[in-house]
């Protein structure tokens, strides 16, 4: 497909209450895979655990045309403060229900039972793909690794979320 963007842009959010510039690992990495696999990487936050937050910086990057995915890392779990997946949730067009599926299931591989205390999401809010991954480097690399690397890798078949794109907003 020819209206395919050179490359994917990405913005990367780490949610937390408790992580700053020196203390994010998880965003920095993520940031640094994302690019290590030709994609850019637009803009990155680190936002509260806020929904009203997250849904302020979301909407702010589902307008800008140079973003095409957000991955946000972070409060997927099931404590009071975790509310990423509430946030993105109400923003969705679709919801990408496949997602948590593979996602879980490469997390059952790596963690076992205790997959089942993840939240992770993604859908489609604007013609921008959102992903809500864990806060745990084990998780934030599963996602990355072993699932979203090669559904955005434009070589990937039989089909991948890069030639997408330019379709989201089809009426």
């Not at 965003?27 to 509260?48: K, N, T």
């Not at 949730?89 to 997390?107: I, W």
């Amino acid at each position: 497909m020819t209206d395919m963007p050179p490359r994917v842009g990405f913005a990367v959010m780490t949610v937390s209450d408790t992580r700053d510039a020196a203390t994010d690992k998880t965003g920095p990495w993520l940031r640094e895979a994302i690019a290590a696999d030709g994609h850019g990487v637009i803009d990155h936050a680190i936002v509260p655990d806020d929904i009203e937050a997250i849904r302020a910086k979301l909407r702010a990057w589902i307008g800008d045309p140079a973003i095409h995915a957000v991955i946000a890392t972070g409060g997927t779990g099931l404590t009071g403060r975790d509310v990423t997946p509430e946030a993105f949730r109400g923003l969705y067009d679709k919801e990408m229900d496949g997602f948590s599926a593979v996602f879980h299931q490469v997390s059952y591989a790596s963690v076992g039972v205790s997959t089942i205390q993840s939240r992770a999401t993604a859908g489609i809010a604007g013609g921008t793909y959102l992903f809500a991954v864990p806060g745990s480097s084990g998780g934030c690399r599963d996602a990355w690794e072993k699932v979203l690397r090669i559904e955005f890798d434009r070589e990937h078949r039989p089909c991948n979320l890069v030639e997408l794109i330019p379709r989201l907003t089809e009426r």
